[in-house]
């Protein structure tokens, strides 16, 4: 398994920005794409995912009703798409992989076997 995280870069408070995490895997089956962020001097944290197959995505409380996970199959890759965005998003964003994650379990990192190796966010205010 291996992830590709992409995208990264500065923009305003206010603006967006998309991320996108390319996974070359042996198998879409039983896949859940998680995006995580950590911010200088912080533990990392959850912030979107989704099963590859569809379904609810899971959401961390600080970007409800901003981010989005959207999948697209021709590219094979999990974008995540952020919308107004704060300075308080600024963060290395890391897409994580995992197999047979059952929904419950979706938001913690420890969960996640396989992660790619980041992508800086700074949003300046």
């Known amino acids: 398994v291996q992830l590709q995280a992409s995208g990264g870069g500065l923009v305003q408070a206010g603006g967006s920005l998309r991320l996108s995490c390319a996974a070359s895997v042996r198998t879409f089956t039983d896949l859940t794409i998680g995006w995580f962020h950590q911010a200088p001097g912080k533990e990392r944290e959850f912030v979107l995912a989704m099963r590859w197959s569809g379904g609810s995505p899971a959401y961390g409380d600080s970007v409800k009703g901003r981010f989005t996970i959207s999948r697209d199959n021709a590219k094979k890759t999990m974008n995540l798409q952020m919308n107004n965005v704060q300075p308080e998003d600024t963060a290395v964003y890391y897409c994580?992989?995992?197999?047979?994650?059952?929904?419950?379990?979706?938001?913690?990192?420890?969960?996640?076997?396989?992660w790619g190796q980041g992508t800086q966010v700074t949003v300046s205010s």
């Open positions: 994580a992989a995992a197999y047979r994650l059952i929904h419950g379990l979706i938001r913690q990192e420890d969960r996640y076997a396989y």
